[in-house]
Each structure stands twice: as structure tokens, then as C-alpha cells.
């Protein structure tokens, strides 16, 4: 998996302070796209072991002013991508339990449940922003995402409760 960049003080996506990792590869070639250079898989750097040695060492140094890891595109759960953040993030989550992963995703939260493959990325997640980017549903005023038809979801509430739980409307 590549990646085009991180954002280690992001306040942009996701509540609070979080670090934000970019990666490369996206299927769904939205109209209008904002960054449709990360369409391809090999576009940026290789995620190595090294990188991820180095976000964990951050979230150790700044522990008590980085709230969770947000985790955007491209596209979050592109078929290659899915394989190396599940191993990533089983790491994170193991070494700092309580805080939460936003994942961005083109696919809806109707088509991840139905695709085991999707889902055991998306279940290590908290919260989801999901579905394309619809140009003629664009709204500046939405928080975390681009267009109305992108829902920000409670994974969690979700998958407990088998049915669609808004995190905020
Ligand atoms: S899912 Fe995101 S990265 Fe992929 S084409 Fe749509 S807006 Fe662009």
C-alpha cells in the first residue's frame, strides 16, 4: 500500500486532534473528485513498517492531546488496502486501546456489511463517512464530508443494534 501523505495535527477530519493518513488507490473515480491524483494504487510513498513505527511513536509522545486516527484517501478500503491497515491497525489498537479510528470510505455502509473483506477493516473503525462523492449533492456546509448523500456512521451502535446508526445527522 502507498500513501501521499499524513497530517499529524489535523483538525479538519474528524472531532478533535488526530492524526490523519492519506493512502493511495480508489475505485470509484467520483465526478469532481478533490484528489483524484490518489486514484492510483501506486501514487505517494510505501506505508513501511518504518512509517508505522513512526505515527505509533507520535501518538506515544503527544498521548494526551491526540484524540484518534483518521484514516482517508483515495479510498481507506481499496481492495490492496484493506490487508495492510487491518495489520496496522490491530497494532494501533493494541498499543493505544482508547483512541478512536475515523475511516473515509467510497462504498456505502449497506455494501460494506455485505463484503466480509470490507467490513473486518471497517469494523476495527469507530466512526465511517460513507458512500462517493455526488457533485450535484455538494454542501460546504456539511461537516467531515463533501455531499449529502455521505452519512457519518456510529460502527459500533451500528453493528450492535443491525441497523444504521447516524453519529451526527
Ligand atoms: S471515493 Fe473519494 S477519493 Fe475516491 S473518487 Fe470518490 S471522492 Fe475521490
Known amino acids: 500500500m502507498n500513501y501521499s501523505g499524513i497530517k499529524y495535527t489535523d483538525m479538519i477530519n474528524g472531532e478533535g486532534i488526530r492524526v490523519s493518513i492519506f493512502v493511495s488507490g ?18 505517494g510513498s510505501p506505508f513501511t513498517k518504518d512509517i508505522e513505527d513512526e505515527i505509533l511513536a507520535y501518538f506515544k509522545k503527544y498521548d494526551k492531546s491526540i484524540k ?14 484493506i490487508t ?11 498499543a493505544f486501546p482508547e483512541k478512536d479510528i475515523w475511516i473515509w470510505s467510497g462504498f456505502t455502509w449497506e455494501a460494506i456489511i455485505q463484503n466480509s473483506h470490507l467490513l473486518s477493516l471497517v469494523k476495527l473503525c469507530d466512526i465511517l463517512v460513507d458512500g462517493k462523492f455526488k457533485i450535484e449533492e455538494k454542501d460546504l456546509n456539511l461537516k467531515w464530508r463533501g455531499s449529502k448523500n455521505q452519512r457519518v456512521i456510529d460502527i459500533k451502535k451500528s453493528l450492535e443494534l443491525k441497523e444504521t ?5
Open 26 to 43: 480508489c475505485s470509484h473515480y467520483c465526478k469532481d473528485c478533490f484528489n483524484s491524483d490518489t486514484w492510483n494504487p501506486g501514487f
Open 165 to 169: 446508526i447516524r453519529y451526527i445527522e
Open 84 to 94: 495492510p491497515l487491518v495489520s496496522f491497525l490491530k497494532k494501533f489498537k493494541l
Open 68 to 81: 484518534g486516527l483518521s484514516l482517508l484517501g483515495g479510498d481507506p478500503t481499496y481492495i490492496d488496502n
